[in-house]
Nanobody, 115 residues
Framework: QVQLVESGGSSVQAGDSLKISCKASGSIMGRNAMAWYRQVPGKQRELLAVITGESNTGYEDSVKGRFTISRDNVKNTVDLQMDNLKPEDTGIYYC?????????WGQGTQVTVSS
């Protein structure tokens, strides 16, 4: 069964840190590149961070230096450590395969950053 379960979202203050997690089924994760995405109302889902099966990482410019993506290939989890959060980081965060354009997504986890 295809499954993605995101968790750990919260309401925080600007400058705070937060770690969110994703549990993926083995059929999705395996050794595939995985990513975290963010969606805000009225905008398309945006790719923020990518991690390959060998744990090489890449980041969108707005989060580079503040967010860190990691994975555990045994537990099939992908985490996103977010530091120095800003109000513009507010949104629903999703994980999935990197550069995925299909329709199978988890429920996401809400992150709200107040100034």
């Amino acid at each position: 069964q295809v499954q993605l379960v995101e968790s750990g979202g919260s309401s925080v203050q600007a400058g705070d840190s937060l770690k969110i997690s994703c549990k993926a089924s083995g059929s999705i994760m395996g050794r595939n590149a995985m990513a975290w995405y963010r969606q805000v109302p009225g905008k398309q889902r945006e790719l923020l961070a990518v991690i390959t099966g060998e744990s090489n990482t890449g980041y969108e410019d707005s989060v580079k230096g503040r967010f860190t993506i990691s994975r555990d290939n045994v537990k099939n989890t992908v985490d996103l450590q977010m530091d120095n959060l800003k109000p513009e980081d507010t949104g629903i965060y999703y994980c999935n395969r990197a550069y995925y354009r299909g329709d199978v997504w988890g429920q996401g986890t809400q992150v709200t950053v107040s100034s």
